[in-house]
């Protein structure tokens, strides 16, 4: 038992919140409702965020020896980041042209098939009509959408997106045709993972989902391991035959 104690000792731990607890970290020994992840990149391609600094981190890319039913980070091109994955370096929703509306609600209003309702102030969509292309259902309330980057975050920084100005990773943050209004749950399912390891439960959208995917990634020059380029071609191949 004294083995197992120490091994569960080792395992990143993901709160309830989304916070990936490392070992040592200010908060670890008091998170006791968590889920297990074998590496800090596991957790963050989860979805996951470290804590705040001065909080604890781990190190990118490390690897403990607990592996069993654990996720995987999927593989990536063949270099370790430059530096801790920070979401924060891509800045967020911004509000391009001032009108209150940040890019999560201008997407929305632009991928409605119907006239939206917007908040009193009129800085947020309430309700419209928007098809899940992920899933091909139709949604009418904006709560419970989350707007999905079809390239993730973290996909395109352990593949350049870390050596990028801050104007870059701005502008992919926002840029429109890498974000589609998609299920809660099928965003969280998808997490950071590209289409080797993950495609939408709609295998109609398959194909535009892999053409859309590749040409993204060819704009902003993310670099893609020879094995996973040649297994996009291949994948892209099949299921757009």
């Known amino acids: 038992m004294a083995g197992s104690a ?25 998170t ?38 654990k996720t995987q980070p999927q593989s990536h091109a063949n270099r370790p980041p430059s530096r801790l994955y920070d979401r924060d370096v891509f ?7 001032g009108d209150c509306q940040n890019t999560r609600h201008e997407r929305l209003i632009d991928l409605s098939r119907a006239p939206v309702r917007l ?11 928007w098809e899940d292309p992920y899933t091909g259902m139709t949604h009418t309330h904006a709560h419970g959408l989350h707007i999905d980057h079809l390239v993730p975050l973290y996909y ?13 990773q701005r502008r992919f943050m926002n840029d429109s045709a890498n974000l589609f209004v998609v299920e809660a749950f099928v965003n969280q399912d998808k997490g950071a993972k590209g289409p080797l390891a993950w ?12 053409l859309r995917f590749m040409r993204i990634t060819a704009r902003y ?21």
């Open 119 to 129: 908040s009193k102030n009129g800085c947020r969509v309430i309700q419209g009509q």
């Open 6 to 30: 120490n091994a569960a000792e080792q395992l990143i731990k993901k709160s309830k919140s989304g916070i990936c607890h490392c070992p040592g970290g200010h908060y670890y020994a008091r």
């Open 199 to 210: 495609l939408p439960p709609d295998a109609q959208f398959h194909c535009e989902y892999l």
């Open 32 to 69: 006791s409702n968590y889920t297990a992840f074998d590496s800090i990149d596991a957790c963050l391609a989860s979805g996951g965020r470290h804590p705040k600094r001065g909080q604890g981190q781990c190190s990118a890319s490390q690897r403990h020896d607990s592996t069993a039913g």
């Open 156 to 168: 395109a920084w352990i593949r350049g997106a870390d050596r990028w100005e801050p104007e870059k």
């Open 221 to 241: 020059d993310l670099h893609h391991s020879p094995r996973e380029q040649t297994g996009l071609e291949q994948l892209t191949a099949e299921k757009c035959d």
């Open 91 to 97: 800045g967020g929703w911004a509000d391009a042209d």
